[in-house]
């Protein structure tokens, strides 16, 4: 029996040379240590699946691709069997098998999965983590020699590949293992994980590559992504039966329900009387400040379930996170209250249901969600939706639909962007140097910079070179020197900065939460905290928090008496509606408009459908409705494309500016995922402006560019690109700058270039990156397209209606508090219902 210790390896070993030319010649015949693992299956009960066999012979035969089958169906062990008999039998030293994973959290699950089969095997195996959470002893070690088996993020994985020795490190690597990598896809960090696959391949050549996914629609895109452009992927994907049961728990009546956006409060009772602790559930929610509200109104209606109940969010501390964890696995945990950090890759067994509060807003993340619930293969998911305003009970409807249809939205590759190339040519300077034509072709071999133009690809090594001709007088930017037809690093200390700031992900700077008393709480955006006096209370990770001062980008709290006045909200919560929900949805209502309200939420939800029909009309799949009123407010359009916020928003501005090309006027805009609102003090001739050339797709760009402030958008979102690109760092552990600092010395460089590099190719990603995150350009198109070629139905009506009454409530929100926003929804609903009464 080998000797088998997590993150440890045997003294002996050590004096051993971790060398690819120590591998014996040709491959290695893995069939006994298959047979063993086999055996080791058996002995659990269990039996491989075909497309496990499928994935084992695969890579016996040296190919690469993407597994894609439900979750909880055994993709680790499809993807790992192979090469792990790979390693038993060939005797290497070194790193041969890596495992990347999204979630850095889910690091110490995985490699308790990888090091269970060892058990079977006559082999000196070590499996190790090397992540964010990686003690420095460790990683101190690793820097000379790497175990047999990695599991690491794409973040750290960038480290290892800035170590100057990686060539060698990487040499022995036989297989790269990429999980949830729907998750990566459509990012930056995907992009830099296709980078990081590029280089090493150079550095291993014959490595084979296996992605790992359960809810992607282009497979063959996001194979190819995983692979490479070089090689041709192989696609592996079982049609098992692991159904997914979906249901709504429904509101005794739906007149006294919300009708606009809410938390769901008016469900908690009934939901409290749903849960039972004797069958471990998981309570999602879209956003952490509804976690907080959720969590804590659980604990009042049901404080007898105290010791059984949990938060789970990404912002609160990581030892209280995985007590959470370790509780959900030994029974000691019954209910979670959660975020979309329990979404992906750790394996709750134990849970055997999900609730999901309020709309998943996709048919992806419904997907994913469902499938943290008996997480076996097999096993039946079970997914409870739970709306938190009328008009969701549409949406879930719309969902469950789609979901029994298979519908899940597509991921793309982000199209090259260069803040990315640009701190990859600064990694792979510190990783050995490079060449220019070797580095060029390799990342080419990225699906994402498969298009790479040469002037693009020495643009960007200009600019880690100089900063570019504007900043070239400044010492700081010159990132990489050519010496011996090389480009390495200039300088140790440019490279201690670029290690500290290596990564994609991009959000507000947040602030420690800790007590006076001592004690880490957890994270909250350096945006919240500003806005805090002291005395103020909130609540957080459970608790009632008074703040009382903000030093040194940490908050310093203290336990509060009394009633909590407020919650964080963190940036960017807002979950847009999804393309393939979009869509649902408005079949949905095409069905309720021709009297088939058979689905059970759209018979709970008819009283205010009925309410629309009897004000206006159900809008149809093939058309797009529009309704025009007059209030004390003035006048009104509402307009309902189903889009999605995102949409909505790129079209309310863009229609806005074409309507004022028609008359001079000024417009009050609202979006939410259903429509657009536009106000004005003064009649306009919206039924003549409502003709099928206002949604022309003609001049598109340049309309958007002019019905907003582009340039000011730009400037924001060029934060985040100089911050990847390494033009702006946010500053050493111990002196991070803050948010305000950030901000301003990127808002710096970017007047600088304004000015002096107008065509400067990082300003024309910003502007780029603008139209697609805030405005998602493709998308307006093709609605624009849609709306084109849909007869338009304009209906007046005496008020705003149940589709519009939502757009009204998103308007009068920003100038109000929470407490006189409810009462003044209150007031118009209680006014119409009453108007309704006496026309009746």
């Given at each position: 029996?080998?000797?088998?210790?997590?993150?440890?390896?045997?003294?002996?070993?050590?004096?051993?040379k971790?060398s690819?030319?120590?591998a014996?010649?040709g491959?290695?015949?893995?069939?006994?240590?298959?047979d063993?693992?086999r055996?080791?299956?058996?002995?659990?009960?269990w039996t491989?699946?075909?497309?496990q066999?499928q994935?084992?012979?695969?890579?016996?035969?040296?190919?690469s691709?993407?597994?894609?089958?439900?979750?909880g169906?055994?993709?680790?062990?499809?993807?790992?069997?192979g090469?792990?008999?790979?390693?038993?039998?060939?005797?290497?030293?070194?790193?041969q098998?890596?495992y990347?994973?999204?979630l850095?959290?889910v690091?110490?699950?995985?490699?308790q999965?990888l090091?269970?089969?060892?058990?079977v095997?006559s082999?000196?195996?070590?499996?190790?983590?090397?992540?964010?959470?990686?003690s420095?002893?460790?990683?101190?070690?690793?820097r000379d020699?790497?175990?047999e088996?990695?599991?690491t993020?794409?973040?750290?994985?960038s480290?290892l590949?800035?170590?100057?020795?990686?060539?060698?490190?990487?040499?022995g690597?036989?297989?790269?293992?990429v999980d949830e990598?729907?998750?990566?896809?459509s990012?930056?960090?995907?992009?830099q994980m296709?980078?990081?696959?590029?280089?090493?391949?150079?550095?291993?050549?014959?490595?084979?590559?296996?992605?790992?996914?359960?809810?992607?629609a282009?497979?063959d895109?996001?194979a190819?992504?995983?692979?490479?452009?070089q090689?041709?992927?192989?696609?592996l994907?079982?049609?098992?039966?692991?159904?997914?049961?979906?249901s709504?728990?429904l509101?005794?009546?739906v007149?006294s329900?919300?009708?606009?956006?809410?938390?769901?409060?008016?469900?908690?009772e009934?939901?409290g009387?749903?849960?039972?602790?004797?069958?471990?559930?998981?309570?999602?929610?879209?956003?952490?400040?509804?976690a907080?509200?959720?969590?804590?109104?659980?604990?009042?209606?049901r404080?007898?379930?105290?010791?059984?109940?949990?938060l789970?969010?990404g912002?609160?501390?990581?030892e209280?996170?995985?007590?959470?964890?370790?509780?959900l696995?030994?029974g000691s945990?019954r209910?979670?209250?959660c975020?979309?950090?329990?979404?992906?890759?750790?394996?709750?067994?134990?849970?055997?249901?999900?609730?999901?509060?309020g709309s998943?807003?996709?048919?992806?993340r419904?997907?994913?969600?469902?499938?943290?619930?008996?997480?076996r293969?097999?096993e039946?998911?079970h997914?409870?939706?739970?709306?938190t305003?009328?008009?969701e009970?549409?949406?879930?409807a719309?969902a469950?639909?789609a979901?029994q249809?298979?519908?899940?939205?597509?991921?793309?590759p982000?199209?090259?962007p260069?803040d990315?190339?640009?701190q990859?040519?600064?990694?792979c300077?510190?990783?050995?140097?490079?060449?220019?034509?070797?580095?060029?072709?390799e990342?080419?071999?990225a699906?994402?910079?498969?298009?790479l133009?040469?002037e693009?690809?020495?643009w960007?090594?200009?600019?880690?070179?100089e900063?570019?001709?504007?900043?070239?007088?400044?010492?700081e930017?010159?990132r990489?020197?050519e010496?011996?037809g090389?480009?390495?690093i200039?300088?140790?200390r440019?490279?201690?900065?670029?290690k500290l700031?290596?990564?994609?992900i991009?959000s507000?700077?947040?602030?420690q939460?800790?007590y006076?008393?001592?004690?880490?709480?957890?994270?909250?955006?350096e945006?919240?905290?500003s806005?805090?006096?002291?005395?103020d209370?909130?609540l957080f990770?459970?608790?009632?928090?008074?703040?009382?001062?903000?030093k040194?980008?940490?908050?310093?709290?203290?336990?509060?008496?009394?009633?909590?006045s407020?919650?964080?909200?963190?940036y960017?919560s807002?979950?847009?509606?999804?393309?393939?929900?979009?869509?649902?949805?408005?079949?949905?209502?095409?069905?309720?408009?021709?009297?088939?309200?058979?689905?059970?939420?759209?018979a709970?939800?008819?009283p205010?459908?009925?309410?629309?029909l009897?004000l206006?009309?159900?809008?149809?799949?093939?058309?797009?409705l529009?309704?025009?009123?007059?209030?004390r407010?003035?006048?009104?359009?509402f307009l309902?494309?189903?889009?999605?916020r995102?949409?909505?928003?790129?079209?309310?501005?863009l229609l806005?500016l074409?309507?004022t090309?028609l008359?001079?006027s000024?417009?009050?805009?609202?979006?939410?995922?259903?429509?657009?609102?536009?106000?004005?003090?003064?009649?306009f001739?919206?039924?003549?402006?409502?003709?099928?050339?206002?949604f022309?797709?003609?001049?598109?760009?340049e309309?958007?560019?002019?019905?907003?402030n582009?340039?000011?958008?730009a400037?924001?979102?060029?934060?985040?690109?100089?911050?990847?690109?390494?033009?702006v760092?946010?500053?050493?552990?111990g002196?991070r700058?803050?948010?305000?600092?950030v901000?301003?010395?990127a808002?710096?460089?970017?007047d600088?270039?304004?000015?002096?590099?107008?065509?400067?190719?990082?300003?024309?990603q910003a502007?780029?990156?603008?139209?697609?995150?805030?405005?998602?350009?493709?998308?307006l198109?093709?609605?624009?397209?849609?709306?084109?070629?849909?007869?338009?139905?304009l209906?007046?009506?005496?008020?705003?209606t149940p589709?519009?009454?939502?757009?009204?409530?998103?308007?009068?929100?920003?100038?109000?508090?929470?407490?006189?926003?409810?009462?003044r929804?209150e007031r118009?609903k209680?006014?119409w219902?009453?108007e309704?009464?006496r026309?009746?």
């Amino acid at each position: 029996m080998p000797s088998i210790k997590r993150g440890t390896r045997r003294p002996s070993r050590t004096k051993k040379k971790a060398s690819a030319s120590a591998a014996p010649a040709g491959p290695p015949d893995t069939r006994p240590a298959l047979d063993k693992l086999r055996g080791w299956f058996q002995q659990r009960g269990w039996t491989p699946y075909p497309f496990q066999e499928q994935a084992w012979a695969a890579y016996s035969r040296g190919e690469s691709g993407l597994i894609h089958v439900p979750t909880g169906a055994g993709k680790t062990y499809a993807a790992y069997i192979g090469p792990l008999a790979d390693v038993a039998e060939g005797g290497r030293k070194g790193l041969q098998v890596l495992y990347v994973t999204p979630l850095r959290a889910v690091s110490r699950d995985i490699e308790q999965a990888l090091l269970a089969p060892l058990e079977v095997l006559s082999a000196d195996v070590a499996v190790e983590s090397r992540t964010g959470d990686t003690s420095s002893s460790v990683r101190q070690r690793q820097r000379d020699r790497l175990p047999e088996v990695l599991i690491t993020t794409p973040e750290s994985l960038s480290l290892l590949l800035a170590n100057e020795r990686a060539a060698e490190l990487f040499a022995g690597l036989r297989s790269i293992i990429v999980d949830e990598w729907h998750e990566l896809l459509s990012s930056k960090r995907g992009t830099q994980m296709e980078l990081a696959l590029a280089r090493l391949r150079r550095f291993a050549p014959g490595v084979r590559t296996w992605a790992l996914s359960a809810t992607l629609a282009n497979l063959d895109v996001a194979a190819r992504a995983a692979v490479g452009t070089q090689v041709t992927p192989t696609l592996l994907s079982a049609d098992l039966e692991r159904p997914v049961e979906v249901s709504t728990l429904l509101p005794d009546n739906v007149d006294s329900f919300p009708w606009a956006g809410h938390l769901g409060f008016s469900m908690l009772e009934k939901v409290g009387a749903w849960l039972d602790p004797a069958r471990s559930t998981l309570l999602f929610t879209n956003t952490r400040s509804q976690a907080e509200r959720w969590y804590e109104g659980l604990r009042f209606a049901r404080p007898e379930w105290e010791k059984w109940i949990a938060l789970h969010h990404g912002s609160i501390d990581r030892e209280e996170r995985e007590r959470v964890e370790r509780g959900l696995k030994d029974g000691s945990v019954r209910i979670v209250v959660c975020t979309s950090s329990l979404d992906l890759g750790v394996d709750f067994g134990p849970v055997e249901r999900v609730v999901q509060v309020g709309s998943p807003k996709g048919i992806a993340r419904s997907l994913q969600r469902a499938g943290r619930s008996g997480h076996r293969p097999g096993e039946t998911c079970h997914l409870l939706f739970v709306p938190t305003y009328a008009l969701e009970l549409v949406e879930m409807a719309a969902a469950r639909d789609a979901l029994q249809r298979g519908e899940v939205e597509p991921r793309l590759p982000l199209r090259k962007p260069l803040d990315v190339l640009a701190q990859h040519l600064v990694t792979c300077a510190m990783g050995g140097g490079f060449t220019r034509e070797a580095l060029r072709a390799e990342v080419r071999e990225a699906t994402s910079y498969q298009d790479l133009t040469d002037e693009e690809f020495e643009w960007t090594l200009a600019l880690v070179r100089e900063g570019s001709p504007t900043l070239r007088a400044y010492p700081e930017f010159r990132r990489v020197v050519e010496h011996e037809g090389r480009f390495v690093i200039a300088d140790a200390r440019i490279g201690r900065l670029h290690k500290l700031n290596i990564g994609t992900i991009s959000s507000d700077a947040t602030v420690q939460l800790r007590y006076w008393s001592g004690g880490r709480i957890g994270s909250v955006e350096e945006s919240y905290v500003s806005r805090l006096r002291p005395g103020d209370t909130f609540l957080f990770a459970g608790k009632r928090l008074e703040f009382s001062r903000f030093k040194d980008m940490t908050a310093y709290v203290k336990p509060a008496k009394g009633k909590v006045s407020q919650t964080p909200r963190w940036y960017g919560s807002r979950l847009p509606l999804s393309g393939s929900l979009a869509a649902a949805v408005r079949r949905t209502l095409h069905s309720a408009r021709h009297g088939d309200v058979s689905m059970e939420e759209l018979a709970a939800a008819w009283p205010v459908l009925e309410a629309q029909l009897k004000l206006s009309r159900i809008p149809a799949a093939d058309t797009c409705l529009a309704e025009t009123c007059l209030t004390r407010e003035g006048h009104h359009l509402f307009l309902y494309p189903f889009e999605g916020r995102l949409v909505h928003e790129g079209l309310a501005a863009l229609l806005a500016l074409r309507f004022t090309r028609l008359r001079k006027s000024t417009f009050s805009l609202s979006v939410n995922d259903y429509g657009i609102e536009f106000l004005t003090s003064d009649a306009f001739p919206y039924e003549e402006a409502l003709r099928p050339a206002l949604f022309s797709r003609e001049r598109l760009v340049e309309d958007i560019l002019e019905s907003v402030n582009l340039s000011e958008l730009a400037k924001r979102q060029f934060r985040d690109i100089a911050r990847v690109a390494g033009l702006v760092l946010p500053g050493l552990p111990g002196a991070r700058k803050s948010t305000r600092q950030v901000q301003a010395s990127a808002s710096l460089i970017y007047d600088v270039f304004l000015k002096y590099d107008p065509e400067n190719l990082l300003l024309v990603q910003a502007r780029r990156e603008v139209l697609e995150q805030h405005f998602e350009q493709s998308r307006l198109a093709s609605t624009l397209e849609r709306l084109e070629r849909s007869p338009l139905e304009l209906v007046p009506v005496r008020r705003p209606t149940p589709l519009g009454f939502p757009l009204v409530v998103e308007r009068i929100s920003a100038s109000l508090s929470n407490e006189s926003l409810l009462e003044r929804v209150e007031r118009l609903k209680e006014r119409w219902q009453r108007e309704d009464a006496r026309s009746a």
